[in-house]
């Protein structure tokens, strides 16, 4: 894949002049908007923290299924402008296909029925998630307790801000590997599972934490990459939870008493 950055570098955050408290000033972090477009077709608009752009390219074409692997996309070009991110890449031409007939259906489905935020309908929300593993897997409390223990350590930005959210990948030790930041929690665990598929990493030698709640969303984001255990500093979503026993995908919640298991 041939990567290209256009334009200058644009800030993951700004000094806010504020009144009161001990300091004259805030960071707080941007958010812009960032367009995905497939081979000049128009996709998705997201709204994120401009940074670490090429591996949220790559994980969010990954788990909007637009990809099966990293290499389906053969060239990136990230324009960066005062208005915001375009991403323009170009998709091999067995992806493109299975994108444009996905588009149509969105297209003919949003104007004749319900929908639900452009999709199909809203089955879609429960269509059964392939198997990650045959069973979930085993990990010691241990583990978990010290990897959200760490995580703060690896959150630049928002131990700058203290607004963003952040997704961590943890070895079976529970060390923490890589970390990715971004308004959106979303956004976030797709500049993650992007970073991993750049780097090569299976997904059977950890696991992901998350700083935020875990909705289904995200379980289904981490199911489309093979991610076979997840932490969340809080309780998911009944539906979340559901999500996960269907991949057989190990989730872990952080409590007062601290990890236990859900799954």
């Known amino acids: ?118 999709l199909e309908n809203a089955d879609v929300l429960f269509r059964k998630l392939d198997p990650v593993s045959e069973k979930p897997i085993e990990f010691d409390e241990n583990v978990i307790a010290s ?26 030790t529970g060390t923490i590997k890589i970390v990715r930041e971004d308004v959106g929690r979303h956004n976030a665990l797709d500049k993650l599972l992007g970073a991993m598929a750049l780097e090569k990493t299976k997904p059977s030698n950890g696991f992901v934490v998350m700083s935020s709640r875990c909705s289904y969303e995200i379980i289904e984001k981490a199911a489309a990459c093979g991610i076979k255990a997840l932490v969340s500093v809080s309780a998911p979503t009944a539906f979340a939870l559901r999500k996960a026993e269907e991949a057989n995908m190990a989730l872990f919640a952080n409590s007062q008493s601290g990890p236990v298991r859900l799954k």
């Open 1 to 118: 894949m041939k990567i290209t950055f256009h334009g200058d570098d644009l800030p993951s955050s700004r000094e806010f002049n504020i009144s009161g408290g001990d300091k004259p000033y805030w960071h707080i972090p941007e958010e812009v908007p960032v367009a995905f477009v497939y081979n000049r077709r128009n996709y998705a608009v997201m709204m994120a923290t401009p940074d670490d752009l090429a591996d949220f390219a790559v994980g969010f074409t990954l788990t909007e299924n637009i990809i099966r692997e990293p290499w389906d996309i053969i060239s990136l070009d990230i324009y960066q402008t005062d208005q915001g991110v375009d991403m323009r890449l170009k998709i091999t031409n067995e992806a493109l296909e299975k994108l444009d007939i996905t588009q149509r259906r969105r297209n003919l489905v949003g104007s004749a029925s319900c929908g639900v935020c452009g």
């Open 147 to 172: 990897a959200l223990l760490a995580l703060s350590d690896h959150q630049p930005l928002g131990n700058l801000t203290r607004t963003v959210h952040a997704a961590a990948w943890a070895d079976l």
